[in-house]
T-cell receptor, first 113, second 112 residues
Framework: DTEVTQTPKHLVMGMTNKKSLKCEQH?????MYWYKQKAKKPPELMFV???????INESVPSRFSPECPNSSLLNLHLHALQPEDSALYLC????????????FGSGTQLSVL | GNSVTQMEGPVTLSEEAFLTINCTYT??????LFWYVQYPGEGLQLLLK?????DKGSNKGFEATYRKETTSFHLEKGSVQVSDSAVYFC???????????FGKGTRLHILP
């Protein structure tokens, strides 16, 4: 299994909603990442978990809250988002050290109304 | 600071044409260099990488050579296919724990 699985694929939410994005990998990878990608732009790093501990937070607003319940799962909890937060949210993982070969999921396309 | 510069797109070619996508970098040390590809509706996939000067990365008919003297890592393919249509990102990592720095991406359209 060489996949990173993200759910849901599409999400529409209002500014007062609370929702969660989920990411799962069963490759035994110990580093997991959240990226945000706006249309026609490169991905922007949000968070990195290394061995289930948050190791990098790129000054992301608190309305985004990451969680790593175990080494296979990564969640991104969303609350009180703004329309400008609409984007493709990509999860990635790498085997051991941060920034070895990244394996990306297909992403969640988020629209905030 | 560290940065990656890619040629502006979109690049449109006919099938079987020769492809070059230029990438140059600025770095304070000796980075590892990568090409990632993003097909429509998907996440990024590592296409190839090189970790030191004069290394050549290759995969699926694509090649790129790490040129320290010109600080470049140009992506080439001898004969493109329609299925190569995608966005290509050049990227660097300086130290293992630093974040990956992506270029802006180059959109490639291959016409049948």
């Amino acid at each position: 299994d060489t996949e990173v699985t993200q759910t849901p694929k599409h999400l529409v939410m209002g500014m007062t909603n609370k929702k969660s994005l989920k990411c799962e990998q069963h490759m035994g990878h110990r580093a997991m990442y959240w990226y945000k990608q706006k249309a026609k732009k490169p991905p922007e790093l949000m968070f990195v978990y290394s061995y289930e501990k948050l190791s990098i937070n790129e000054s992301v607003p608190s309305r985004f809250s990451p969680e790593c319940p175990n080494s296979s799962l990564l969640n991104l909890h969303l609350h009180a988002l703004q329309p400008e937060d609409s984007a493709l949210y990509l999860c990635a993982s790498s085997r051991g050290e941060v920034n070895e070969k990244l394996f990306f999921g297909s992403g969640t396309q988020l629209s905030v109304l | 600071g560290n940065s990656v510069t890619q040629m502006e797109g979109p690049v449109t070619l006919s099938e079987e044409a020769f492809l070059t996508i230029n990438c140059t970098y600025t770095a304070t040390g000796y980075p590892s260099l990568f090409w990632y590809v993003q097909y429509p509706g998907e996440g990024l996939q590592l296409l190839l990488k090189a970790t030191k000067a004069d290394d050549k990365g290759s995969n699926k008919g694509f090649e790129a050579t790490y040129r320290k003297e010109t600080t470049s890592f140009h992506l080439e393919k001898g004969s493109v296919q329609v299925s190569d249509s995608a966005v290509y990102f050049c990227a660097l990592v300086l130290n293992r724990d630093d974040k990956i720095i992506f270029g802006k991406g180059t959109r490639l359209h291959i016409l049948p």
